[in-house]
């Protein structure tokens, strides 16, 4: 029987494992299907919340603020020396490894919270699109006379089998080609929705909105209030990657640093982003003004041409289905790590069994991934048929995630990385960042949970039809 060398330089990393293969394409494109994901879809209503001066203004702000945090975090993938010092593979192994146990555990709580939270909306904003062909097809055979309400039930559900089979994809590794399928997914959706966006200004001959956004009379005072909170949070989720970055990091192939190819990537992306962030979102606004749907593509506000929307909102579930992976990678492998140092010479958790898929091709199958996995997908879509609210939830997981994932722990590792002097003019410029931001979180995450207390209001579980 054959043994494979074991340090073999031209077949191992020096941590031991495989050489990673990842390049600047496969992390931008990681990236972008992380960011551009359904969050883009509500800029509009965050923008007509805001207005133009103060919604283009925020989405710039956080664009700088999730670029300059992400180069932050990328210094933190390798302790000490940036080239060869030890690799921290997850988030939590760097936070473990700069800033110690207790920050660990925190993080840990917090990011997986987060990831969990993200496929939750996911399924939800999946079923939305989903629903939203359904729907446009029905309004369109019957001339406009049916309001065509539907549950979202069973979408979820159908969007919860496929995500059961594309979970037992192994590793980050593998999903590369899903991604970028996601990321050209994103831009179809984004560019039918700008388009469309254009085309009703041009009908119109007019440019909708105001400079502060909706206006107090239409609704009250403290609404005006809790929506623009709740606006913040959007935004924030639309640059929701900061959480899977390391991940991203840890695929990508040496030389040159990981560091030098990561910050190019998100450099890269998040630019690209923005610039499609702030097209959608104002032409969006431009379109319908103050009335700007939470969903722009399935809010109803445009009927026609039906087709295209249809050929956008398949765009939408295509990209979600890979973001949903994209996501839940880290939660997977946290667990079955931990699973399999617990219980190394247990069959069940580590013992893979090859299964013929074609007559010359096999696939690796573990039962443990196998039911762990299936296990995970189902609670995601219970969890999302039982809270189907998608602006709300796309709010409160933007808030959640963006100050200590986005901001504290890069600030923090950079700072005991780089070993930046106390009370510096870059420690105190970072630290200002730092709490500026953990007061937008707080009152995002406000508004986000008084929109959820008045959906509650009118809410039956399982029974929620659009």
């Not at 390049?23 to 007509?48: D, E, K, P, R, Y």
């Not at 593509?297 to 973001?323: C, Q, R």
């Not at 630290?431 to 986000?448: K, Y």
Request: charged residues 10%.
């Amino acid at each position: 029987m054959a043994v494979l060398p074991v340090n073999d330089s031209a077949s191992f990393d020096d941590d031991g494992r495989p050489k990673r293969t990842g390049t600047f394409w496969t992390a931008s494109a990681h990236i972008i299907t992380a960011v551009i994901g359904s969050g883009v879809l509500s800029l509009a209503w965050a923008i007509a919340q805001l207005g133009w001066i103060a919604g283009p203004s925020v989405m710039l702000l956080f664009s700088f603020i999730g670029y300059y945090t992400s180069c932050l975090l990328a210094d933190c993938y390798r302790s000490g020396d940036p080239v060869s010092g030890k690799r921290n593979p997850t988030y939590m192994h760097a936070v473990r490894s700069l800033l110690g146990e207790t920050h660990m555990v925190a993080c840990g709580i917090m990011q997986y919270i987060n990831l969990i939270g993200i496929t939750i909306g996911y399924t939800i904003a999946s079923s939305i699109s989903m629903m939203a062909i359904k729907r446009s097809n029905c309004f369109h055979s019957s001339g406009g006379k049916n309001p065509c309400h539907i549950s979202s039930n069973p979408f979820m559900l159908s969007f919860g089998i496929v995500e059961i089979i594309l979970s037992q994809i192994p590793n980050f590794d593998q999903i590369w080609w899903l991604s970028i399928v996601a990321a050209i997914m994103s831009f179809t959706y984004s560019s039918i929705g700008l388009t469309l966006g254009i085309a009703k200004v041009a009908e119109s001959g007019v440019f909708k909105g105001t400079l502060s956004g909706i206006t107090v009379g239409t609704v009250t005072q403290s609404e005006k209030i809790w929506r623009s909170f709740q606006a913040l949070g959007d935004i924030a989720f639309a640059y929701s990657f900061a959480i899977v970055l390391i991940e991203v990091q840890d695929t990508i192939r040496c030389p040159p640093s990981e560091a030098k190819t990561m910050k190019k990537a998100a450099g890269f992306s998040i630019t690209l982003t923005t610039i499609f962030y702030i097209l959608c979102g104002c032409m969006g606004y431009a379109a319908f003004g103050n009335t700007a749907p939470g969903n722009l593509l399935t809010g109803f506000g445009f009927y026609n041409p039906f087709w295209l929307l249809d050929i956008a909102n398949v765009s939408i579930v295509v990209h979600l289905v890979g973001a949903y992976q994209v996501f839940s990678q880290p939660v997977y492998a946290f667990v079955e790590k931990k699973v399999v140092q617990t219980w190394p010479d247990t069959p069940f958790f580590t013992k893979e069994y090859k299964l013929s898929l074609f007559s010359s091709r096999f696939y690796n199958i573990n039962l443990f991934r196998l039911v762990w996995r299936t296990l995970f997908v189902c609670f995601t879509t219970i969890v999302a048929m039982l809270l189907p609210f998608f602006n709300d939830i796309v709010g409160i997981i933007g808030a959640l995630q963006f100050w200590p994932m986005t901001v504290y722990f890069p600030v923090q590792m950079y700072v005991v990385q780089k070993k930046v002097p106390k009370w510096s003019v870059k420690w105190i410029c970072v630290q200002t960042m730092s709490m500026g931001c953990l007061l937008i979180s707080l009152a995002a995450a406000v508004g986000s949970i008084s929109g959820v207390m008045l959906d509650l209001k009118v809410y039956k579980p399982f029974k929620t039809m659009y």
